[in-house]
């Protein structure tokens, strides 16, 4: 039981390119969420899925898209990639979107834009 | 707006003693409010949740209280070891969760 899948761990990106980062949940979980985590701002919510088909923004979302074709995967896209953007992003997913939920978290995708 | 508050100072115990980490918040009245473990370089996994009308939950070695007059939740870890050693998350939620930005816990020999 994998739990949280997130690929890739790392990645370095310059300025303008785009990527995908990919989150892969095996534990049948309705909502899955993107956050970002930066020194001193904790974690921030980006985009989140409350099932197959639907997204939803969250606090931060401009600068990135989000695709849920699958209930087990959520896709985070930047599509012209920012300095700004480098981060740690965790992907989780939790059974039901209640905050009396706990999230199950990924490992995080390193994310480096030069 | 909303504020949740930890501790941005890291918190350094003996082995063995109590370990008790603060979450305060403002402008906000959570139903829920969670605690969340996070090791270097790893995702935060969940410890705890207590609802709002729940005063203390335990679980092992580890408590939690929360008061909603004072808008505070404690987490204590009891006979700390340095495996304890990690950042711990408070999460407040309605709808949504919102964390805090966490308290570094170092537990010395």
């Known amino acids: 039981n994998a739990g949280v899948t997130q690929t890739p761990k790392f990645r370095v990106l310059k300025t303008g390119q785009s990527m995908t980062l990919l989150c892969a949940q095996d534990?049948?979980?309705?909502?899955m969420y993107w956050y970002r985590q930066d020194p001193g701002m904790g974690l921030r919510l980006i985009h989140y899925s409350v099932g197959e088909g639907t997204t939803a923004k969250g606090e931060v979302p401009d600068g990135y898209n989000v695709s849920r074709l699958k209930k087990q995967n959520f896709l985070l896209g930047l599509e012209s990639a920012a300095p700004s953007q480098t981060s740690v992003y965790f992907c989780a997913s939790s059974k039901q979107g209640n905050s009396n939920q706990p999230q199950h978290f990924g490992d995080g995708t390193r994310l480096s834009i030069l | 707006s909303q504020k949740i508050e930890q501790n941005s100072e890291a918190l350094n115990i003996q082995e063995g003693k109590t370990a008790t980490l603060t979450c305060n918040y403002t402008?906000?009245?959570?139903?829920?409010l969670q605690w969340y473990r996070q090791d270097p370089g790893r995702g935060p996994v969940f410890l705890l949740l207590?609802?709002?009308?729940?005063k203390e939950k335990r679980k092992e070695r580890l408590k939690v209280t929360f008061d909603t007059t004072l808008k505070q939740s404690l987490f204590h870890i009891t006979a700390s070891q340095p495996a304890d050693s990690a950042t711990y998350l408070c999460a407040l939620g309605g709808n949504k969760l919102t964390f805090g930005t966490g308290t570094q816990l170092k537990v010395e020999l």
């Open positions: 207590i609802r709002e009308n729940e």
């Open positions: 534990m049948n979980h309705e909502y």
């Open positions: 402008n906000y009245s959570p139903a829920y």
